[in-house]
């Protein structure tokens, strides 16, 4: 089982190395999305999630200004800080659900795709990021009852003392999985928004 592990975290090493290399259309979103494969690389998987959870909001936000900004035109270099204005003013501040929703409105991501999202949403982004514990609904452990010997399944959102321990061993098997789902859903999204289109006037 160890060296099952030790492959497997050998293959998710040479995973993150690869997604480093991978350019990006969206060039704003490349140095966020090394870091967190800096942070998956060694281990700080909590930190991993945290900027994972940024990522996932920025791309849902991304992909929304620049589709609805679809065949704009830099006229001069004096419109290039409000060539995206509108569409900024009009997604910059909704929330997730409201633009994972919208991106599979307008055919960025598919009805499947928007329903893991969602998931991913409530487990990770809702329940880490607000610190609440409770709506991860993984944090429990099994403790001897020292009247009957028995064991008892205890909520762990209520046993403060073990929280860091647990949060930190949830955030090894969760930090992977996130990541690339967040991040092959963008490699999806950068496909079906015509960004190329988004050019220079002469």
Not at 62 to 76: E, P, R, T, V, W
Not at 112 to 131: D, M
Request: aromatic fraction near 10%; include cysteine; glycine fraction near 4%.
């Amino acid at each position: 089982m160890n060296q099952y592990i030790l492959q497997e975290k050998e293959l998710l090493k040479e995973l993150y190395q690869t997604i480093r290399k991978v350019p990006l259309e969206w060039i704003e979103l490349h140095e966020v999305k090394d870091e967190i494969c800096d942070c998956l690389l060694v281990g700080y998987n909590q930190a991993a999630i945290a900027l994972t959870n940024h990522f996932f909001e920025r791309i849902m936000k991304l992909a929304l200004i620049y589709h609805s900004a679809d065949n704009a035109k830099f006229g001069s270099l004096d419109v290039f800080d409000t060539i995206y204005k509108d569409a900024v003013d009009l997604y910059d501040d909704k929330q997730l659900h409201c633009n994972i929703e919208k991106c599979r409105k307008e055919g960025l991501i598919s009805i499947e795709k928007e329903k893991t999202l969602i998931k991913w949403k409530e487990k990770v982004r809702n329940g880490f990021s607000h610190a609440e514990l409770k709506k991860a609904k993984v944090y429990s452990a099994s403790f001897a009852d020292p009247a009957g010997g028995q064991l008892k399944e205890i909520p762990l959102h209520t046993v403060l003392f073990m929280q860091g321990i647990a949060q930190k061993e949830w955030a090894e098997s969760v930090a992977p999985m996130f990541f690339k789902e967040v991040f092959y859903t963008l490699l999806e999204i950068e496909k079906k928004v015509n960004f190329g289109n988004t050019t220079l006037a002469p």
